[in-house]
């Protein structure tokens, strides 16, 4: 019998290898606008984090996905990153 292969992704926060059903995707549309990505399947280029309010302050803080997804993140995708985790 086949093994079914379990997708993982790594968090830009903490750089750890995670299952892809335990990270949140945020993602850079083409037309330059950010928004969190709940099918994982939105095109455009995408950063995962770990489903955790510190980890979600900390790239708030870092400005990680700033970086990462190279356009200025407004603090509602960081609002609404917490509201979905609680």
Sequence with gaps: MK???I???????????????????????????VVVDLTGKLNGKG????KDLEVINKARQSKVLDRVLEVSVEDQVYDDLINLIK
Excluded: G, N, S, W
């Design 3 to 5: 093994v079914k292969k």
């Design 47 to 50: 950063a995962y984090l770990k």
């Design 7 to 33: 997708p993982m992704r790594t968090c830009v926060v903490t750089k750890e290898k995670c299952e892809k059903k335990d990270l949140i995707r945020i993602v850079r549309t083409p037309d330059k606008q």
